[in-house]
């Protein structure tokens, strides 16, 4: 699913206009990723919860010519599903 799939999708079960629905959701994803950039989480229960990991440096291999190359330290962001989003995408056996 793209942004404008889930916007339409918002759209019609709420009745709202697109444009409000895409003002809401591009605010609350920069809300995410400005504490992101800080270093906090964004928990959401039953959804799960956003956090940032530290990569160390490391030597990495090119794989076409097998030289060696400098990969540097980086912080990543992390989705750790919640109970809520696990059981509901679940496969029942």
Do not use: W, Y
């Not at 919860?49 to 990495?60: D, E, L, N, V």
């Not at 030289?67 to 980086?74: H, V």
Request: net charge positive; charged share 30%; hydrophobic share 30%.
């Amino acid at each position: 699913m793209t942004k404008d799939e889930l916007i339409a999708r918002i759209a019609k079960t709420t009745k709202l206009p697109k444009t409000n629905i895409n003002k809401v959701l591009r605010s609350t994803l920069d809300e995410i990723t400005k504490c992101l950039k800080k270093g906090d989480k964004v928990s959401f229960v039953g959804f799960g919860t956003f956090t940032t990991a530290h990569r160390a440096a490391r030597t990495g291999r090119n794989p076409q010519t097998g030289a060696k190359l400098k990969i540097p330290a980086t912080t990543v962001p992390k989705f750790r599903p919640g109970k809520g989003l696990r059981d509901s995408v679940k496969k029942k056996r």
